[in-house]
T-cell receptor, first 112, second 112 residues
Framework: DQQVKQNSPSLSVQEGRISILNCDYTNSMFDYFLWYKKYPAEGPTFLISISSIKDKNEDGRFTVFLNKSAKHLSLHIVPSQPGDSAVYFC???????????FGAGTILRVKS | DVKVTQSSRYLVKRTGEKVFLECVQDMDHENMFWYRQDPGLGLRLIYFSYDVKMKEKGDIPEGYSVSREKKERFSLILESASTNQTSMYLCAGSSGAAQPQHFGDGTRLSIL
């Protein structure tokens, strides 16, 4: 049973527009969430995180929103750039836990 | 800058062989992890270690073992390789609970 779900396998966006990547989770014990970006032939790189005490965290062009009641988080990229084309993984953990649970990933393609 | 190094980028082995995947980190991190990445399944945790000589099973430990004799090195062992262990293997390290994990570039392992 997948505890972290990314229901969109892929997303295509025009350069300069907003990219919205979505993630749902089922385990109410999760209280810390992360987004990773992965290029082909490279390991995932940490992008941004959010604790359950917040509902928004922003870092430059990247903003993560958390809706605890819906067990849903989203990553917004504004404006999208061709270099953002990658696989994006959502991950979740408990604040005092060591293990991350990953979603299946969403392939983002930003067209120029 | 943090660095996690996996000894091989590509590896081809035969069914039944004992396979060693090596990972070294220079971050003095307590925690180290081994994942496999498969299409549509995201990253799945095989084993992790929170200290030298300590290990815990992840979600899919069957057919694998690990060794952590020194803090900076975490080895994944396929005791008797099988074709269903063909995958991308990713090593990661983190400084503690609910901290971002830093990944190596992965080893693409093919079992023939």
């Amino acid at each position: 049973d997948q505890q972290v779900k990314q229901n969109s396998p892929s997303l295509s966006v025009q350069e300069g527009r907003i990219s919205i990547l979505n993630c749902d989770y089922t385990n109410s014990m999760f209280d810390y969430f992360l987004w990773y970006k992965k290029y082909p032939a490279e390991g995932p790189t940490f992008l941004i995180s959010i604790s359950s005490i917040k509902d928004k965290n922003e870092d430059g062009r990247f903003t993560v929103f958390l809706n605890k009641s819906a067990k849903h988080l989203s990553l917004h990229i504004v404006p999208s750039q061709p270099g953002d084309s990658a696989v994006y993984f959502c991950a979740a953990t408990m604040e005092y836990g060591n293990k991350l649970v990953f979603g299946a990933g969403t392939i983002l393609r930003v067209k120029s | 800058d943090v660095k996690v190094t996996q000894s091989s980028r590509y590896l081809v082995k035969r069914t039944g062989e004992k396979v060693f995947l090596e990972c070294v980190q220079d971050m003095d991190h307590e925690n180290m992890f081994w994942y496999r990445q498969d299409p549509g399944l995201g990253l799945r945790l095989i084993y992790f270690s929170y200290d030298v000589k300590m290990k815990e099973k992840g979600d899919i430990p069957e057919g694998y073992s690990v060794s952590r004799e020194k803090k900076e090195r975490f080895s994944l062992i396929l005791e008797s390789a099988s074709t269903n262990q063909t995958s991308m293997y990713l090593c990661a390290g983190s400084s503690g609970a609910a901290q971002p994990q830093h990944f190596g570039d992965g080893t693409r392992l093919s079992i023939l």
